[in-house]
């Protein structure tokens, strides 16, 4: 499957929308919710763009297995992500770069190549 990108854009579309208009009228914290889908044995979409300083809500679900995502860089805590539930992590990313965070639950064959990358800017 093609690794698939969803970015974040809620604030970076509103700043570059109002910035040279209104630059009083932004909001300092627009938060950002993205769904992820995890499967045997990869996250969908497995690279998500997020922006410095914005918080961020991961809703996570599993359509088969048993998986997690952790990450001290980021500041997410161990989260198992079980078929058929939706836990949600949120965090607010602080600084810039690729996060590549791979699946923290023992969950078979794939399990070594699975991964959620976090790009923040
Ligand atoms: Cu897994």
């Known amino acids: 499957m093609a690794n698939r990108l ?5 604030l970076a579309g509103v700043m570059s929308m109002f910035s040279v208009a209104l630059p009083a009228a932004l909001p300092a914290q627009a938060s950002c919710t993205i769904y992820v889908t995890a499967a045997n044995w990869q996250f969908s ?30 500041g997410i805590s161990q989260t198992v992500i079980a078929p ?8 607010t990313p602080m600084k810039a770069g690729t996060y ?3 699946c923290s639950v023992f969950c078979g064959a794939g399990h070594s190549n699975m991964a959620l990358t976090i790009e923040v800017k």
């Open 45 to 74: 979409p497995d690279h998500i763009a997020v922006a410095v300083g914005q918080p961020v809500t991961l809703k996570l679900t599993s359509v088969g297995g048993v998986h997690g995502i952790q990450s001290s860089a980021l």
């Open 84 to 91: 058929g539930k939706t836990v949600d992590v949120t965090f």
């Open 6 to 10: 969803v970015w974040c854009a809620i």
């Open 100 to 102: 590549r965070i791979p």
